[in-house]
């Protein structure tokens, strides 16, 4: 007989009885405190999904990805540019110690290094307080951490040429024909290495939009022009005039393959 608590019984006296605490209470001893899993709880946490993905499309909706023309491998001028949240280790790579002959490093020892040491933090850092200045080891890789993340970040978003980046990606409508014989055989090998397989521009300059007339096309190929080099030697006299007919058509259009008022 135990006060207040009622009595207990026990039906076999060889069975030990534990005085501990229930482990798993039911609910209803904290009346007002709890409630159901179903519905109750469910419709709560179904309500709340429901409003963030609504928010979520409409901004979608009102804000698209900002997509690029189609990837070209043909050109070799275009400077790919990864997602903000890769700037750091992009900025990283542009450092003497991780370029060149030191890429190995910054591209995979350097990553790898800080992985480890996140995988590692439990056991380098053993102390059992909870205020960050007691644990000096873990807020020390936190600090320092998020002080190269912000500083290689803002320096590589900061000297970056945005105006040129989104010149590069723009995408431009033309009637330009892959299919034609002359896209094929001739241009293809010999032009799209710097003017990009779209003769949107790459190293060299945007051949669309230049507006060129046959015969100055033809005096560029024929004798070069600045950092293009001639191609007399490689290509015939009828291969040029071809090429030269060839872009002097080349002009912008809009999605439907009409022509844009100059």
């Known amino acids: 007989m135990h006060r207040g608590k009622g009595m207990t019984f026990v039906g076999d006296s060889r069975i030990k009885k534990y005085e501990k605490a229930k482990l798993n209470r039911d609910y209803s001893e904290f009346p007002g405190k709890t409630e159901s899993f179903w519905p109750d709880f469910l419709l709560k946490e179904w309500m709340t999904g429901a409003v963030f993905l609504i928010a979520f499309l409409c901004l979608t909706v009102a804000h698209p990805a900002p997509l690029e023309r189609v990837a070209d491998p043909s050109d070799t001028g275009y400077t790919p540019l990864p997602d903000w949240y890769f700037l750091f280790l992009y900025q990283i790579l542009k450092y003497t110690y991780a370029s060149g002959p030191f890429n ?110 046959p015969a100055a096309v033809e005096a560029f190929v024929t004798n070069g022009a600045g950092k293009m080099p001639s191609f007399k030697d490689t290509l015939s006299k009828d291969q040029i005039k071809q090429v030269a007919e060839y872009v002097a058509k080349l002009e912008l259009t809009d999605e439907n393959g009409k022509p844009l008022k100059k």
């Not at 020892?109 to 056991?123: M, T």
């Not at 590069?168 to 003017?195: E, M």
Request: with cysteine.
């Open 104 to 213: 190995t490093f910054g591209a995979i020892v350097l990553p790898g290094i800080a992985f480890a040491a996140l995988l590692l933090a439990p056991w380098l850092d053993t102390s059992r307080h909870r205020l960050w200045y007691k644990r000096p080891v873990a807020s020390g890789m936190m600090l320092l951490t998020v002080a190269i993340l912000f500083y290689t970040t803002w320096e590589s978003s900061h000297y970056h040429d945005w105006e040129k980046q989104e010149a590069q990606g723009k995408i431009t409508f033309s009637n330009l024909d892959k299919k034609d014989p002359v896209y094929t055989d001739i241009i293809k090998s010999n032009c799209t290495s710097c003017h990009g397989g779209e003769l949107t521009g790459g190293a060299g300059p945007n051949l669309v939009e230049a507006n060129l007339q």
